[in-house]
């Protein structure tokens, strides 16, 4: 099936000797029915030139940041914002620079910043500059920044020298577009439930029992899933965290809000419980604040147990329920014991004593237990990266 017919692509050229295979790339994404804009960077136009993109793209060339012409027809926001998707093809170390430092001095750096479409990058570089410090740093925080990678490859590279850093041949260029293509198109009929963060469980008017949950790691769940086309719903307790504009975000404060804002949004195809709900709540609320005391008595109550609530029902449960274990020790047996005891098909576990994850950390590495005894482990990594392999599991799952 083509997944690229009637889609709209804006192709970035940059400079270096892989250049020659963007014009291959503009020939196949013509075959599948593209229409194609292209932006040539300075050092683009030494290895190829603008007529020979316009001939194949059968579309005008644009290169120069201020040129009347340009921003009388259309400027650099439209141009940001006309495509389905924005490919950068080869991608050289000094582009993938200053995207990584927001930095914006020629056209195609602008477009990029001021995007807000899915940008693929195919790196072309020298194998030392693929492999030096700065480039990885680089390409982390773009990754960070939801920047999809197609290759580089491990090859033989025009100045003579073999390892990676070699662009990714047209073929496999289109085959990434397309199957990303796909992914929306099967995924956009789905909806998934998120829930993230802590709770707070008030005492009085001033003072609540809460957790040191930070919610990235559900915020970073909930985008991932948004970015693969599922309608998603964010269920968030207390944090100063942002969200996609296309997920419905659900702001809570107790667990009872949190398990009632959870009904509401049901049904769904997947839930995936990654909030740090109380476990406890006051029997009883003081209206006013409690004034300093020597000793103070609190009588605690159990809060509903979402998870196990959801995954437990009869008629509301979602074709896969995912819950997560936040754990200091017996990680193994505290995970399975949950998955048994809730009824889920998933848990994730992480080890919250290691201080390099979990809790308000950027990075995770998890565990993920199944009903059918397997496990797989997400090594350490940004959590925008575990979230986007734990949707992929997501999706090769329902399909």
Known sequence: ?????????????????????????????????????????????????PLSIASLSQSKVYQDLFSIENEAEMDHISLSRWADLILIAPA????????????????????????????????????????HQSTKQNIDKLKTYDYRLIGPEIGDMACG??????????????????????????????????????????????????NKSSGKQGYEIAKSLSKKGFDTTLISGPTNLKTNEDINLIKVETAEEMFQATLNSLPADVAVFSAAVGDYKLKETSKIKIKKQDKLYLELEKN?????????????????????????????????????EKNCDWIVANDVSNKKIGFDSDFNEVSIFYKNKKTDKLKYKPKSEISDELVDKIINHLN
């Open 304 to 340: 509903v147990d979402i998870l196990n609530y959801v995954s437990k029902h009869n008629f509301l449960r979602p074709k896969l329920v995912i819950g997560f274990a936040a754990e200091t020790n017996n990680l193994v047996n505290y995970a399975n014991e949950k998955l048994n």
């Open 92 to 131: 050289t170390a000094n582009t993938i620079s200053k995207l990584a430092n927001g930095n914006s001095d020629d056209l195609a750096s602008t477009v990029a910043l001021a995007s807000n479409k899915k940008i693929f990058i195919a790196p072309a570089m020298n194998v030392r500059m693929w492999n």
């Open 1 to 49: 099936m083509n997944n690229l017919n009637n889609k709209k692509i804006l192709l970035i050229i940059c400079g270096g000797i892989a250049a020659y295979k963007s014009l291959e790339i503009i020939r196949l994404l013509k075959k599948n029915g593209v229409t194609i804009k292209t932006i040539l960077t300075k050092s683009g136009a030494e290895f190829v030139t």
């Open 161 to 210: 020298e073999y390892g990676a850093g070699k662009m990714s041949e047209p073929q496999e260029v289109i085959n990434k577009l397309d199957s990303y293509f796909k992914n929306l198109k099967i995924n956009n009929k789905l909806k998934a439930i998120v829930t993230a963060g802590p709770t707070n469980e008030y005492i009085d008017p001033i003072r609540f029992i809460s």
